[in-house]
């Protein structure tokens, strides 16, 4: 029996070689399958990774320019605020200007009434220095009962009203 061992160890030396050589076959194609499932899923998510970063970019480009439009947007109020505030000043100018000459007009006048009043009362005067001195000549009087003095007519004055500032827009 002793030729016989030795074969049979060898045998099974042999036979549990190639039993781990088997397992280590099946355990490396399992891991090579497992890696080609792996660059598989790898490369899927480096896809959808560039696809974002794409995303992302496009983002940031309409991020930046919805900032451009708001800062052109911005800078276009502040350009309106500051020509509304002009216009209002230039308004409340001609505001100022406007009842300064109201006022002019209404002195004007009113020192044309007086100088009127002045002259007729000059008239008055003279047309009673005129009498006298008619009567001290004893002259006829150049003016006879049918003299009659027209009423004098007061002009109505139209009341000028003040405009108050803030009604009615100036475009």
Do not use: Y
């Not at 781990?20 to 959808?48: P, V």
């Amino acid at each position: 029996m002793a030729p016989f061992v030795p074969r049979t160890r060898a045998a099974a030396a042999l036979g549990m070689k190639q039993i781990a050589l088997d397992n280590q076959d099946r355990i490396i194609r399992r891991l090579r399958a497992w890696l080609a499932t792996e660059r598989r899923g790898l490369a899927a998510t480096k896809k959808e990774l560039e696809e974002t970063q794409v995303a992302l970019e496009d983002s940031h480009k309409v991020i930046a320019g919805l900032t451009e439009i708001g800062f052109s947007m911005s800078k276009k109020i502040e350009r309106m605020k500051v020509k509304k505030q002009k216009v209002r000043a230039n308004h409340v100018e001609c505001h100022q200007k406007l009842q300064a000459r109201i006022h002019e007009s209404e002195d004007s006048m009113q020192a044309q009434h007086l100088l009127i009043e002045a002259l007729v009362d000059e008239k008055d005067s003279l047309i009673q220095t005129i009498h006298g001195l008619q009567e001290a000549n004893n002259a006829p009087a150049p003016f006879d009962g049918d003299w009659e003095e027209e009423p004098e007519e007061e002009p109505e004055e139209e009341e000028i009203e003040d405009i108050p500032l803030g009604e009615g827009e100036i475009e």
